[in-house]
């Protein structure tokens, strides 16, 4: 099992950067896929990044990439997602999540409904 935690988020101007942290407890984070998603006000929860175990692949949603890096330090339990260049519309609640599986070799999947174990979210909000 995974406990998530997520911190970072804050309210900054377009164009400004932030750096979400996402902190996990329990033995399985090694062995964990983390990813992060978003959910604005009225919409659906999507996929922003994602990290395999080894933090080897990353993997990026196209409204992001160039501007948003995902990275993991199995050390100290953590997953970041630091974000550069924000918009407007970058503005909603951040999740990070788990799924873990003794397989040798498991996917980044982007679907929400893929993933265990969710953090309780962080707001992010970008003005103009």
């Known amino acids: 099992q995974v406990q998530l935690v997520e911190s970072g988020g804050g309210l900054v101007q377009a164009g400004g950067s932030l750096r979400l942290s996402c902190a996990a407890s329990?033995?399985?984070?090694?062995?964990?896929?983390i990813g992060w998603f978003r959910q604005g006000p009225g919409k659906e929860r999507t996929f922003v990044a994602g990290i395999s175990r080894s933090g080897g692949g990353t993997y990026h949603a196209d409204s992001v990439k160039g501007r948003f890096t995902i990275s993991r330090d199995n050390a100290k339990n953590t997953v970041y997602l630091q974000m550069n260049s924000l918009k407007p519309e970058d503005t909603a609640v951040y999740y990070c999540?788990?799924?873990?599986?003794?397989?040798?070799?498991?996917?980044?999947?982007?679907?929400?409904?893929?993933?265990?174990?969710w953090g309780q979210g962080t707001q992010v909000t970008v003005s103009s």
């Open positions: 329990g033995r399985a984070f090694s062995s964990s896929v």
């Open positions: 999540a788990a799924y873990s599986s003794s397989r040798t070799s498991i996917p980044v999947y982007r679907s929400p409904r893929m993933y265990d174990y």
